[in-house]
C-alpha cells in the first residue's frame, strides 16, 4: 500500500482551504483558473490537477468545493485501500507479521474514513477549516 496518494490528498485539502489573506485574490479566480492557481500552492501540482480536474463539477466550484472534491476523493482512495487489505485479509496467510501489518494499516486508513473526512467536513461547514 503507497499511503502517498492519500497524503498528497491531504496537503492538498489544508492548502486548499487554508490561503492565507494575502492569495485572497485566487478565491476570486473561476473554473480551471481556480483549480490551476489552488494546484501551485501544492507540493503535487500534476496530482492536484488530476484530481480536481477528473471531477466534471470543478470548473464550477470555489475553494471550499475544491476542498469536498478533495475529501471525497481521498475517502474514495481510502475506502479502495481498505477494500485491497480485506481482500488480502480473506486470501489468508500463514505469516503472523503479514497479517499484523495489515491490519495495522487497515487501522490508518480507517481512521482516515472515519475520523479525517468526517473533521475536514465538519471543519468545512462551520467555515473553519483548521482541521489538520
Same mark, same amino acid.
Given at each position: 500500500?503507497?499511503? /502517498?496518494?492519500? &497524503?498528497? &490528498?491531504?496537503? +492538498?485539502?489544508?492548502?486548499?482551504? $487554508? ?9 476570486? /479566480? ?34 471550499? =468545493?475544491?476542498?469536498? &472534491?478533495? &475529501? ?16 488480502? /485479509?480473506?486470501? =489468508? $496467510? ?12 487497515? =487501522? ?8 479525517? +473526512? ?8 462551520? =467555515? ?5
Amino acid at each position: 500500500m503507497n499511503p /502517498l496518494p492519500l &497524503i498528497f &490528498i491531504t496537503l +492538498v485539502i489544508a492548502a486548499t482551504i $487554508s490561503v492565507p489573506v494575502s492569495h485572497c485574490r485566487i478565491m476570486q /479566480l473561476k473554473g480551471t483558473n481556480l483549480i490551476e492557481e489552488t494546484c501551485k500552492q501544492t507540493p503535487h501540482h500534476d496530482l492536484c490537477i488530476h484530481y480536481l480536474k477528473s471531477d466534471p463539477q470543478s470548473s464550477k466550484k470555489d475553494v471550499t =468545493g475544491l476542498a469536498l &472534491i478533495m &475529501i471525497n476523493t481521498m475517502k474514495t482512495q481510502a475506502n479502495n485501500a481498505l477494500d485491497k487489505i480485506h481482500h488480502l /485479509l480473506l486470501q =489468508g $496467510s500463514s505469516e503472523p507479521a503479514l497479517k499484523q501489518a495489515l491490519n495495522e494499516c487497515a =487501522g490508518r486508513y480507517r481512521a482516515i474514513v472515519e475520523a479525517d +473526512v468526517a473533521q475536514a467536513n465538519a471543519g468545512l461547514q462551520k =467555515g473553519d477549516p483548521k482541521f489538520c
